[in-house]
T-cell receptor, first 114, second 110 residues
Framework: KAGVTQTPRYLIKTRGQQVTLSCSPISGHRSVSWYQQTPGQGLQFLFEYFSETQRNKGNFPGRFSGRQFSNSRSEMNVSTLELGDSALYLC?????????????FGPGTRLLVL | QKEVEQNSGPLSVPEGAIASLNCTYSDRGSQSFFWYRQYSGKSPELIMSIYSNGDKEDGRFTAQLNKASQYVSLLIRDSQPSDSATYLCAVNGGYQKVTFGIGTKLQVIP
């Protein structure tokens, strides 16, 4: 089975721009979660989608948004980029997102905001 | 604010020794607990999950959970240089709303 894939792997943007990141979960997985990882804050939960519905959201501003498609692929969007948005963005998938399942992480998208 | 606390380290242990990694959490309603390993430049990978009080063993790894003390630990026996990585404690409060600790960097010295 193919693992979680994320595109692009690296991205450089300037302040004020917007960016869209993509995540394809493991085949059959319906839950997709997004995380931001920075050296100072560690891994922080952004949001979780299941069957095209956002079920949970972390403490991030409204500039961070996401969606999930009927094939479980997910995208996250960050508008009006700030320098502090520079981070590794990870997505993780699981079968149903019950909380007891293993989450499988993708390789991440490294975003640099200049 | 629901938090997961870990000592960021580094924790240095000699090869063959037992490495002990600790984690405390604040949300008493948490039900699922995980330990992930993350090598530098890589994404986290799950090494242990635990849901009930007590010990759970898997090879050289033992996870321990004490819900009354809100404490989770990971023991790595016979530590190897390949175990050198950052170990992330994660707590799930429901529907994959997972809170991660900052991670403990483990260095196994040959």
């Amino acid at each position: 089975k193919a693992g979680v894939t994320q595109t692009p792997r690296y991205l450089i943007k300037t302040r004020g721009q917007q960016v869209t990141l993509s995540c394809s979960p493991i085949s059959g997985h319906r839950s997709v979660s997004w995380y931001q990882q920075t050296p100072g804050q560690g891994l922080q939960f952004l949001f979780e989608y299941f069957s095209e519905t956002q079920r949970n959201k972390g403490n991030f501003p409204g500039r961070f948004s996401g969606r999930q498609f009927s094939n479980s692929r997910s995208e996250m969007n960050v508008s009006t980029l700030e320098l502090g948005d520079s981070a590794l963005y990870l997505c993780a998938s699981s079968s149903y997102g019950t909380g007891k399942e293993t989450q499988y992480f993708g390789p991440g998208t490294r975003l640099l905001v200049l | 604010q629901k938090e997961v606390e870990q000592n960021s380290g580094p924790l240095s242990v000699p090869e063959g020794a037992i490495a002990s990694l600790n984690c405390t959490y604040s949300d008493r309603g948490s039900q699922s607990f995980f330990w992930y390993r993350q090598y530098s430049g890589k994404s986290p990978e799950l090494i242990m999950s635990i849901y009930s009080n007590g010990d759970k063993e898997d090879g050289r790894f033992t996870a321990q959970l004490n819900k009354a003390s809100q404490y989770v630990s990971l023991l790595i026996r016979d530590s190897q240089p390949s175990d050198s990585a950052t170990y992330l404690c994660a707590v799930n409060g429901g529907y994959q709303k997972v809170t991660f600790g900052i991670g403990t960097k483990l260095q196994v010295i040959p």
